[in-house]
């Protein structure tokens, strides 16, 4: 049974927290960090966390030159005017090619997401000529952060690491879960009735998502807020993994 | 350029909302229930309302018997154990079948919107064999409940009329924007510049399916929370419509 909506729900974007570095340990730095700004983690409390504070800290923003472009590198670069090296990257992080035109890489990585570029991206690094790739395991990046806050704090806390996807049809990204440890990502409604008795057409809502576009929102993209603690939203509790947020390719019309 | 990341949102739902009828005000609805909580409107307020009590109040949840359903809705009802009315209504509200397949189906409605069945659903109303269509035109929704708040309350607010669509590649629902009234719905990154100096690789955030999102975690499916109003959001102020969310057929690689 999905849990009952919450009343009210609070968003509080964590600032001060410095730069990271590789073999940093990010719940040191996020207990810190509330610590100065003078909160505490709650029961029940989701811990959104950007991809990128955690692939600095996992060693996974690399020089681009560690990448040697291919021919197709190469030819799609010169084309749409981007870094051979980068393109390389991208490819090099995919297990499949999804669509690539008019300058844009979709491709499906190694984890099974769909996305531009692989999510290699170039942005907010200190090193100029790097790249951020993807943590290795973002579930077990999730799994390892929530232990550590759970230890420390003795609370009971759920884990996301998020990325901005974009997607089909709309304009504009969004911030989607690409690691979960703590709570089931999709609220399960099969078998649930509406207020007249009748099946719901709608039969699993992507939670774990929708909190980490909330978490967006005070994130920005410009200011250093790599972490939000979203506080009040009911979940069920489990170890979580972000696996059954990826549509089994054989169900995906999209293929 | 873009606002500044706000530390901190609250998201309350509105519960007290009674059923909807056809030619129900929802602005007084929605003020008797902020009353009845104790709560009360202020400055830059983003009221997120669900497509179905919109539609129950524009009239536009309409009895399945007015589809004469054609051979192909007949047909694909039959393969796909569905209501031969339900898809015929889909099919009426659509103005493209983008995916017709295992029983999903895939559309543009006259909206522009990509989604299953036109946005067509049959659950939480009150009549049996009853309909909810989307609005004809949700921006217009919006504005017009957002006139109507802001001269009853003096405040100035945002409204986005929202419903769940699925995406592909991912499993679950999210809540995204039908309409928009009051706020830009994209913040643009072009031409900004990450803490080092270089051009950001994001250049749009769909900040009005963000907030739109952060709702629906108070609202959940089995409640009666048709409403919540999200409270701290950062947003460029604006007469606002959904248009910019949509990708314009000519960009969209998956078209």
């Known amino acids: 049974m999905p849990p009952s909506a919450p009343s009210r729900i609070e968003i509080v974007g964590l600032s001060g927290i410095p730069e990271v570095a590789a073999g940093a340990n990010l719940a040191r730095l996020v207990l810190d960090a509330l610590a100065a700004s003078g909160d505490a983690l709650e029961d029940g409390d989701v811990l959104v966390v950007t991809q990128k504070i955690v692939s600095k800290a996992e060693g996974r923003v690399v020089t681009a030159d560690a990448f040697e472009p291919s021919a197709l590198a190469r030819e799609t ?144 993209k410009l200011d250093r807020v790599p972490v939000a603690v979203v506080r009040g939203a009911a979940y069920t509790p489990a170890e979580g993994s972000v696996k059954p947020l990826l549509r089994a390719a054989g169900q995906d019309l999209f293929r």
């Open 77 to 220: 670069a010169k084309t749409w005017h981007k870094d051979p090296r980068a393109v390389e990257a991208a490819l090099a992080e995919a297990r499949r090619v999804v669509k690539m035109d008019r300058g844009v890489l979709i491709t499906e990585t190694r984890h099974g997401f769909v996305c531009a570029n692989s999510g290699v991206d170039a942005s907010n690094l200190a090193a100029e000529d790097a790249l951020a790739l993807l943590p290795l395991d973002p579930d077990a990046s999730a799994t390892r952060l929530r232990a550590e806050l759970e230890r420390a704090t003795g609370r009971r806390l759920a884990v996301l690491i998020s990325d901005t996807f974009g997607r089909p049809w709309r304009e504009g990204v969004v911030n989607v879960a690409v690691g979960v440890a703590g709570m089931v990502p999709l609220v399960d409604y099969r078998g649930e009735r509406d207020s007249q008795g009748r099946s719901l057409s709608t039969t699993q809502v992507a939670a774990a998502d929708e909190i980490a576009a909330a978490a967006e929102l005070v994130m920005g």
